[in-house]
C-alpha cells in the first residue's frame, strides 16, 4: 500500500502523560479485516495470546496476568464476560474494529479497574464522508475455510449509517501425521501384527460464525455527537478432540454455541473547554455445550446439554474540563448492574467513580494523577491511587522518560464466586501495585521514520485468585498470597520510502514476563513457590517486514513463543511439564488496483510457511502449512470533492 | 477380589531412547515426548493428569531396590498415556490400562509395558473387569452400559445396557456374580449374572457409592461419599461405609460419618482383613470392628491425598499425594508397621496403585 509521507511533530497528548500505550494502525486492521483479531493481537501486541487453535477459545494474558486481568471495551462499554471475567477474542472480526489501543499495565487505571495487566480499547469511527462506500471481501482458505465480509457505509452531511456482517466458516480438518499416539493391530489371535502411527485429520475443529454489526452516528455543529450501535454474535462450534483421543466421529461428539448481543447508546458533547458524555450499553451472552456419546447401540446420544447465560448493563457519565492548555481535569461515574444463570441466577451491582488530573508542569514535564474508588454489591472497595510522570529527554529525537506508580484491583468474578462446585463466596478482591518506567523516542528524516520504545515493569499481586483441585475431584477458587511479575517490553518500528513508490517498513518486539508465585507452600511437598505461573511464556517476540512497490506489496511475519510450564513447580524432570517453544512464519502478498468506481484488491497468504509441527496448548494439534487467498472489492460514490479527495488516499491503501 | 495377580517379573529392562531417534523425529516435522530409561517394577503408580490436559502418566517402581521410573507408558511405547489414567489391573501376563478421557484401554506386557492391543472407541471407560479369560467388562461414566470385550483378541463382543443407570464405575467379582457401583449421581449397585451378560438385581446403597471390596468373609465392603458437596443435584448427605452381605443382597452394617466429611479411596489388604481409607489422613480398620477408627494412623495435615494402596506382597502402605493437582505429585511408601520407607517424585495427581506380584 501506498502512503504519502507526512512529518508530523506534536506534543504528546494529555492523555498520554507518562504511560505505555500501543495504537495498532488501522491501514492494519484494514488490511486483513477477516482475520480473527486474535491473530493480530499475537502479531502486533505485547500481549500473549493462549489458543487452542482456529475458532477456539482464544485468550490474552498480559504481563504475565491471567486473561480476566485485561480488561477489554467495545466503544467504551466492557465486554468482558462477568460470569467469567475474560474475552474470546477469536469471536471478534478485525473488520469490526477501527482503532485499537492497548493501555499497558497502570495505564488501564484510566479506564477502570481490574486491569492487572492491561486494557484493550476497540472502537469502531464515523467517517462523515457524505457519500455511500460499500466493501466486500471473499477469501477462501485451505481446509475448506472460507471468510466473508460485507460492509455498508451511507453518510449524509451529519449522519451515518454503518452495517457490517461477517461470515466465516471452515472444516477445519487438517491433515496431520499423529506422533502422540498409535494404531495397534492384532490378528484374530490377539497376536500384535502391526503399529503405526495414524495419518489423522484434526476432528471436530468444524465452525461457523456470524457476526453482525449496525451503526448510526449523528452529528450538529453545536458539537453534538449520537452515537447508537448494535453488535449481535451468532456462532457454532465444534469443540476439537486432543490428538490423544482413541474415540471415532461415531462415538462421541461436542459442541459449543454462543450467541451474543452487545449494544452502546451515547451522546457526547464537545466544547471549548472540555466534554461530556453519557453513554449507556448492553452487554448478554447465551453459552451452550452440548455433547453427545454412543451408548453402545451405536447412536450418538446426547448426555450433556449445559446452558449459561449473563446480562451487563453499563451507564457512564464522564466530564472533562480544560481551563488551560496545560490543566485537564476528569470526572467519571459509571455503574453496571450483572446478572447470571448458571443455572441457579447471581447479581451484583458494581459503581466507580473516578478523578483524573493532568497537568504540563513545563513543556518537558508532565504530571498525572487518578484516584478511583468502587462500590461492588455494597462494599466499598479501598480507594486505588495512580501517579504518572512523563520528561522529554532529547527533543530532536523526541526521547521521553516515563514513570507510574498504579495501585489496582479486581473483584472475583460470579464464576469464582458461585459456581457449583468448587465456587468460594468467601473470595477476597485482588490487589496490585505496580511501579513501571519507560523511555521512548521517535525520530524521523525526509524519507525515513524509526520508533520504539522500551519498557520496564514490576507488579506486586495480593490474594491472586487461582482454581485449584481439590481431594473431592473437583477444583475451587481461592487466594493465593502473592504473584510477583515483572519483565519488559521492547518494540520497534522503522520505515523507509526508496523510491517515488517504494517504502520498506520493519517491526517488532520483544517480551520477557516473569510471573512468579511467592505464596508460601501449601504444604512440605509443594514445590510452587518461586516459580513461573503455568501457560506464561518467559520469552516472546515478533517481526514483520513489509515492502510496497507501487500496487504490489508483501511482508513477511515472524512469531516466536517461549516454553510454557503445565505445572506449577516447572519441574522439567516431569514428562508433560512444558510445552516447547515454537517459531512460525507467514508471507503475504497483494496487489491492488484502482478503477473509477473504487478499487480492488487481491491477497495470497501462506502460514506455517516452513510446515512446523508444534502445539500452543499441549496434545492440541496444529495445522501446519496452509494457504489462503481473499478479493477485496470497495465500491465509493462521494457528493462532495473533499471527501472524494480523502477517499482517492484511502482507496489506494 | 481383584483379578489375582500372576505374572511374576523379576526381570528389569534399562532401555535408553537414542538422541538420533528424536532427531529423526524431528525431521520429520514431528517431536515425541522425552524418552527416559524404562524399568518394569513391582508397584505402578497411575498419575491421573488434569482432565483435558492429556498428561497422564505412569510411574514404575521396584520396591526392593527403590528405583523407579516415571512416564514409563511413554518411555515404552513412544507415545503419550492419553488423558485422564482412570485405573489398571493385571491379569494372566496382561496389564490393563483404562485411560478415562482417551476413550481407550491398552493391554501391555506387565513385565515391560510395551503395548501389546488396545480397545479404542470407547465413551468414558473407568474400569476393566477380567470375567474369564474370554470375556471382560468395561465399565462406563457415561454410556448407560458395561462394554463386554474378548481381553484376549481386544475385540468388543456386546454390552450389557444399565437401563436408568448412566454411569457404572468400580466392579467387584462376588462368587458368581459381578457387582458393578453406580457412583455417579446414583445410589445402587447393580447384580450382573456374566453367563447372560445381564443386570439381575441391583442393592440400594447410600448415596454415590465410589468404591468396593470383598472381606476375607466375603462381604462386600461399600464406601458412599454421600455426593461430595453442598449443593449437588444428585444429593448431599453424610457419607457411609455399608457391609453387605451377597448371600441376602442386604445391607447388614452401616457405619455414618459426620457430614461434611470426605471420605474416600477405600482398599484392602491381601488377607481380606483390614480395610484402608483417606479420612482427612490414612485410617485402617479391621473387619471386625464396630466403629470407624477416631484418628487416621497416617496424618500428613495439609497435603493433597489422591490415593491409598496396599501391596498384596507385604503390606506396605503407598499414599499418594496431589499436592496442588497441578504439580508433580509424591507418594509416601510405609511398611506395615508404619514406619516410613521411601518418598517418590512422580507425575501429576497420582491417584492409584497396581501391584504386580
Not at chain 1, 32 to 57: D, H, M, V, W
Not at chain 1, 414 to 427: F, T, V
Not at chain 1, 608 to 621: A, G, H, I, K, S
Not at chain 2, 300 to 326: C, F, H, Q, R
Request: charged share 20%; with cysteine; hydrophobic share 35%.
Amino acid at each position: 500500500m501506498n502512503i504519502d509521507t507526512v512529518a508530523v511533530t506534536a506534543h504528546s497528548p494529555m492523555t498520554q502523560i507518562g504511560i505505555t500505550t500501543t495504537i495498532v494502525d488501522t491501514t492494519l486492521l484494514r488490511s486483513n479485516p477477516i482475520a480473527p483479531l486474535s491473530e493480530i493481537l499475537a502479531q502486533n501486541t505485547t500481549l500473549f495470546i493462549k489458543s487452542y487453535g482456529r475458532a477456539t477459545l482464544s485468550t490474552a494474558s498480559f504481563r504475565g496476568t491471567s486473561p480476566s486481568h485485561t480488561q477489554v471495551f467495545w466503544n467504551g462499554i466492557r465486554i468482558n464476560s462477568p460470569l467469567l471475567g475474560m474475552v474470546d477474542f477469536s469471536m471478534i472480526p478485525s473488520g469490526f474494529v477501527d482503532r485499537m489501543t492497548v493501555l499497558h499495565g497502570g495505564a488501564s487505571l484510566q479506564q477502570s479497574s481490574g486491569g492487572m495487566g492491561g486494557t484493550l480499547l476497540l472502537d469502531t469511527q464515523p467517517l462523515f464522508r457524505r457519500g455511500a462506500e460499500i466493501r466486500y471481501v471473499q477469501s477462501i482458505g485451505s481446509f475448506a475455510t472460507f471468510d466473508e465480509l460485507a460492509e455498508i457505509r451511507l453518510s449524509g452531511n451529519n449522519l451515518e449509517s454503518s452495517t457490517r456482517l461477517s461470515l466465516a466458516s471452515s472444516r477445519n480438518d487438517f491433515r496431520y501425521t499423529n506422533l502422540r499416539k498409535k494404531i495397534y493391530i492384532n490378528d484374530d489371535e490377539g497376536n500384535l501384527v502391526d503399529s503405526y502411527h495414524p495419518v489423522e485429520r484434526n476432528r471436530n475443529g468444524e465452525f461457523r460464525d456470524l457476526n453482525l454489526l449496525q451503526e448510526f452516528n449523528f452529528r450538529t455543529h453545536g458539537g453534538n455527537r449520537i452515537s447508537l450501535g448494535a453488535w449481535l454474535t451468532d456462532s457454532q462450534r465444534g469443540v476439537p478432540v486432543m490428538n490423544i483421543d482413541y474415540r471415532d466421529s461415531n462415538t462421541s461428539k461436542a459442541l459449543s454455541e454462543v450467541r451474543s448481543l452487545r449494544a452502546v447508546a451515547s451522546w457526547e458533547r464537545l466544547m471549548t473547554n472540555g466534554k461530556c458524555l453519557l453513554r449507556t450499553g448492553w452487554n448478554s451472552s447465551d453459552m451452550r455445550y452440548a455433547y453427545w456419546g454412543d451408548m453402545g447401540d451405536g447412536n450418538l446420544t446426547q448426555m450433556i446439554d449445559s446452558r449459561t447465560l449473563f446480562n451487563s448493563l453499563t451507564l457512564h457519565a464522564e466530564g472533562e474540563w480544560a481551563p488551560t492548555e496545560k490543566f485537564v481535569l476528569s470526572a467519571t461515574l459509571s455503574a453496571e448492574a450483572s446478572g447470571v444463570e448458571m443455572p441457579e441466577r447471581h447479581h451484583r451491582i458494581e459503581s466507580s467513580a473516578a478523578i483524573w488530573a493532568r497537568y504540563r508542569l513545563s513543556e518537558r514535564l508532565g504530571a498525572a494523577a487518578i484516584a478511583r474508588q468502587e462500590l461492588i454489591d455494597g462494599h466499598w472497595s479501598p480507594t486505588v491511587p495512580a501517579l504518572y510522570l512523563d520528561y522529554l529527554l532529547f527533543r530532536p529525537w523526541g526521547v521521553v522518560l516515563k514513570a507510574s506508580a498504579v495501585g489496582n484491583f479486581r473483584s472475583p468474578t460470579l464464576n469464582d464466586l458461585y459456581y457449583q462446585p468448587g465456587g468460594n463466596p468467601n473470595l477476597s478482591n485482588e490487589r496490585g501495585l505496580t511501579f513501571e518506567t519507560a523511555v521512548g523516542l521517535s525520530f524521523e528524516g525526509r524519507r525515513w521514520s524509526i520508533s520504539g520504545e522500551a519498557a520496564l515493569y514490576d507488579s506486586q499481586i495480593r490474594d491472586w485468585i487461582l482454581w485449584l483441585g481439590t481431594q473431592r475431584g473437583f477444583w475451587t477458587a481461592v487466594n493465593i498470597e502473592r504473584v510477583h511479575s515483572y519483565g519488559a517490553e521492547l518494540k520497534a518500528h522503522g520505515q523507509v520510502v526508496v523510491g517515488p513508490n517504494t517504502k520498506i517498513s520493519l517491526s517488532g518486539f520483544h517480551t520477557i514476563t516473569h510471573a512468579i508465585n511467592n505464596s508460601a507452600p501449601s504444604s512440605a511437598a509443594d514445590r510452587s513457590q518461586g516459580k513461573q505461573i503455568v501457560y506464561i511464556p518467559v520469552h516472546t517476540s515478533a517481526l514483520t517486514a513489509g515492502i510496497s512497490i507501487g500496487n504490489w506489496s508483501a511482508s513477511y511475519k515472524w512469531n516466536h513463543v517461549g516454553e510454557r510450564f503445565t505445572t506449577t513447580n516447572n519441574d522439567v524432570a516431569t514428562l508433560y511439564s512444558r510445552v516447547e517453544p515454537y517459531f512460525l512464519n507467514d508471507i503475504t502478498a497483494s496487489y491492488a488496483h484502482t478503477f473509477r468506481w473504487g478499487s480492488a484488491n487481491i491477497r495470497l497468504g501462506v502460514n506455517n510457511l516452513f510446515d512446523r509441527y508444534y502445539e500452543t496448548v499441549l496434545f492440541r494439534p496444529m495445522p501446519g502449512r496452509n494457504y489462503s487467498i481473499a478479493l477485496e472489492l470497495r465500491w465509493k460514490k462521494f457528493n462532495n470533492i473533499s471527501d472524494k479527495r480523502q477517499n482517492q488516499s484511502e482507496l489506494s491503501r | 477380589m481383584k483379578n489375582s495377580c500372576t505374572a511374576n517379573f523379576k526381570r528389569v529392562i534399562v532401555g535408553v531412547w537414542s538422541l538420533s531417534a528424536l532427531l529423526f523425529v524431528a525431521c520429520n516435522n514431528g517431536k515425541t515426548p522425552e524418552q527416559p530409561d524404562t524399568i518394569s517394577s513391582g508397584v505402578y503408580v497411575l498419575c491421573e493428569g488434569n482432565y483435558m490436559f492429556g498428561n497422564a502418566t505412569l510411574t514404575a517402581y521396584d520396591p526392593s531396590s527403590g528405583t523407579q521410573v516415571n512416564g514409563a507408558f511413554a518411555s515404552a511405547n513412544g507415545i503419550a498415556l492419553g488423558d485422564v489414567v482412570q485405573s489398571m489391573c493385571i491379569y494372566n501376563k496382561t496389564g490393563y490400562i483404562v485411560v478415562n478421557n482417551s476413550g481407550v484401554v491398552f493391554a501391555v506386557d506387565p513385565a515391560t509395558l510395551e503395548v501389546k492391543g488396545s480397545i479404542t472407541s470407547l465413551v468414558s471407560p473407568r474400569h476393566f473387569m477380567v470375567v474369564s479369560d474370554t470375556k471382560a467388562y468395561i465399565s462406563d461414566l457415561r454410556a448407560a452400559a458395561i462394554t463386554v470385550v474378548n481381553p484376549r483378541t481386544y475385540k468388543k463382543s456386546g454390552s450389557i445396557p444399565t437401563v436408568g443407570h448412566p454411569s457404572t464405575e468400580q466392579m467387584l467379582r462376588v462368587g458368581s456374580t459381578i457387582y458393578a457401583a453406580c457412583a455417579s449421581s446414583d445410589n445402587k449397585i447393580l447384580i450382573i449374572d456374566p453367563t447372560v451378560d445381564a443386570v439381575v438385581d441391583s442393592i440400594e446403597v447410600g448415596l454415590q457409592p465410589v468404591s468396593m471390596v470383598l472381606d476375607k468373609d466375603g462381604k462386600v465392603w461399600c464406601l458412599c461419599d454421600g455426593g461430595g458437596w453442598e449443593g449437588n443435584p444428585a444429593g448431599y448427605e453424610a457419607p457411609r461405609l455399608m457391609v453387605i452381605d451377597p448371600d441376602s443382597r442386604a445391607v447388614e452394617r452401616t457405619f455414618t460419618f459426620a457430614l461434611g466429611d470426605y471420605v474416600s479411596k477405600m482398599t484392602i489388604d491381601a488377607a481380606g482383613e483390614r480395610i484402608y481409607y483417606l479420612h482427612g489422613g490414612v485410617r485402617r480398620m479391621n473387619i471386625t470392628d464396630t466403629r470407624p477408627p477416631a484418628e487416621p494412623i497416617i496424618s500428613i495435615e495439609g497435603y493433597g491425598l489422591y490415593g491409598v494402596g496396599v501391596d498384596p506382597a507385604n503390606s506396605d502402605i503407598y499414599v499418594a499425594d496431589a499436592v496442588d493437582y497441578t504439580q508433580s505429585g509424591k507418594v509416601y511408601r510405609y511398611d506395615a508397621d508404619l514406619n516410613p520407607v521411601d518418598t517418590l517424585t512422580v507425575g501429576i495427581n497420582p491417584c492409584g496403585f497396581c501391584f504386580n506380584e
